[in-house]
Each structure stands twice: as structure tokens, then as C-alpha cells.
């Protein structure tokens, strides 16, 4: 699991189950967090593979977070995170053990943990705080803090690599070979990429904009990163016959639903013609 929590609440601004520890699967964890939370003044991470990664430094370069790696052989620094993940062995994951409340797959593991997490933990009072969570976090949150608009979030998690372009205007990029402008040839260029679409290559030159690399030779469509894969088989638990975590998803999607007038959401728009047919059928009745 990918979890990132705030320091001063421990409310969780962003967390995800994965079958795998790479930097992909934490970039799904950490872009929800900033989208819905806004952008922090420090992300404080382990010196694991995910968390070194050239993209990760990138990212919090473009959002301008300052990315701080625990030392190694220190673990003091992670003790507000380890003692959250105890709590989600202890709470979350010693629910989904019997047979009855076993998730069918990663994405109904994710639903039943966002439910948890909204229904139980963050409004439970916490053992060293004193508080509920995300009360504590949403009373000492900067009312300036600034949630990224959608343009900036994007730059953020693309990726980029830099190339030295031939003397034929070709570059190539993991197993693909591309043709730039002419202009570029035997120059540095930055090839910025999404790394589930290695089809479009956008190319800066001195960190302005230089075209896009036309594919010539595409023999990978993704990158190797972006694998997927099922989860190992685990041994089959005895059922308890109680499926606690099926019942705070349906408490967390009645409070949604309460959150939702779906009256508004059929009402048709009063400067529509929908909504002007409905007047005209008003005054007519």
C-alpha cells in the first residue's frame, strides 16, 4: 500500500493498494492527494525504489514541493507512518480475512478501503492527537493552500528523459526511434512523455518548446513500468460469518448519496429549451 498522511492531523490525504511497489503505483496514490488536498510544502518518503525515482523528483520540482528522503539505517523519522500502516493491519486488514468480506479484486480492495478510511479512521479520535483526524487537519489547513489546476497536474506526471538527437534528426527512446526537426540535429533535447502512450513525444530544447517527435519505428506502445499483473493466490481464511468493512461501504455510499440532489440533476436548465418547454407546459396546465 501507498499512503500518504499529514503530520500534523495523520489524516490521509491520499492512499492506494497496489500488486506492485514501483513508481507508477505511487504516482496513482500521490496525484488523488494533491488534486483533492492541494499541494503540501514538504512530501517526506523512505529511499525505496519508487521514492527515488528521476519522475518523483520531477513531479515535486514542477509543484514546487520540497522532496525529502529519510535517512538510511533512521527509522524514527517514519514513525507516524508505520504506526498508521499498524493500524490498517490491525483495523482494515484483519476485516477483509474471512471468506465473507474477502474483496473480489484490487479495485473493490481500494473501494472498501477509501469507505474505511472516510468512515471509521478519520473519525475516530486519534491516540496522540486527541482529535478526529480530518477535523484536525481541515481547522490547522492554510486557507490559501492551493490545489493545482488541472493543466500543472498534468506537466507534473509526465515524464521526461533527455537525448542527444542524431545527425539524421532521429532520437530514440526505449526501444522506439522517433524524427524531430531538423534544426535539433547532434543537440540536447528533453523528451517529455506519458508513460502509458509512448506514441506522442513532446520535445523542449533549452526548456522551450521544440515540436513533437513523429514516431518512425514504434516497437513499444508503454513503458515497461506501467506492467499490470494479478496478485499471488493467498490462503483461504475461515469465515466469520460478519462482514464489517461491507457495512462501512454502505454507510460511506449513504452519506454520498445524502451529499447528492438528484432532483437538481434531472431538473432540466431554465434557459434550455428543455427548460423553457417545461415553462410553457406550467402555464398551459
Known amino acids: 500500500m501507498f499512503a500518504f498522511i499529514d503530520d500534523h492531523s495523520r489524516a490521509v490525504m491520499g492512499a492506494r493498494w497496489a500488486y506492485h511497489e514501483d513508481v507508477v503505483r505511487l504516482a496513482a496514490a500521490l496525484r488523488p492527494a494533491l488534486a483533492a488536498r492541494g499541494i503540501p510544502g514538504s512530501v517526506y518518503v523512505d529511499n525505496g525504489s519508487a521514492y527515488v525515482d528521476a519522475w518523483l523528483l520531477r513531479a515535486c520540482a514542477v509543484l514546487g514541493i520540497k ?7 533512521r527509522p524514527q523519522g517514519r514513525g507516524k507512518i508505520e504506526r498508521f500502516f499498524r493500524t490498517v493491519r490491525d483495523q482494515f486488514l484483519v476485516e477483509t480475512a474471512p471468506q465473507t ?9 481500494n473501494r472498501l478501503f477509501a469507505a474505511w478510511t472516510e ?3 478519520h473519525r475516530a ?7 478526529e483526524p480530518l477535523a484536525r487537519w481541515a481547522r490547522a489547513t492554510p486557507a490559501e493552500r492551493a490545489v493545482p489546476d488541472q493543466a500543472r497536474l498534468h506537466e507534473a506526471f509526465l515524464w521526461s528523459e533527455r537525448r542527444v538527437v542524431t545527425k539524421t534528426a532521429t532520437v530514440s527512446l526505449h526501444g522506439n526511434t522517433y524524427q524531430v526537426d531538423p534544426s535539433l540535429a547532434r543537440r540536447t533535447v528533453e523528451l517529455v512523455f506519458d508513460p502509458f502512450d509512448l506514441t506522442r513525444i513532446q520535445v523542449r530544447a533549452g526548456g522551450r518548446p521544440a515540436g ?5 519505428t514504434i516497437g513499444r506502445h508503454r513503458h515497461a513500468k506501467t506492467r499490470t499483473g494479478d496478485g499471488q493466490p493467498r490462503t483461504e481464511p475461515e469465515p466469520t460469518g460478519i462482514n464489517y468493512l461491507r457495512i462501512l461501504s454502505d454507510s460511506h455510499d449513504q452519506a454520498l448519496q445524502a451529499q447528492i440532489s438528484y432532483t437538481a440533476l434531472t431538473r432540466p436548465d431554465p434557459g ?3 427548460g423553457q418547454r417545461g415553462k410553457e407546459e406550467d402555464r398551459n396546465a
Open 101 to 109: 468480506a474477502r474483496p473480489a479484486d484490487l479495485a473493490e480492495l
Open 119 to 121: 468512515t471509521a479512521y
Open 67 to 73: 522532496l525529502v528522503h529519510s535517512r538510511p539505517g
Open 125 to 131: 479520535v486519534h491516540s496522540e492527537t486527541g482529535e
Open 272 to 274: 434550455s429549451s428543455a
Open 212 to 216: 513533437t517527435a513523429a514516431p518512425f
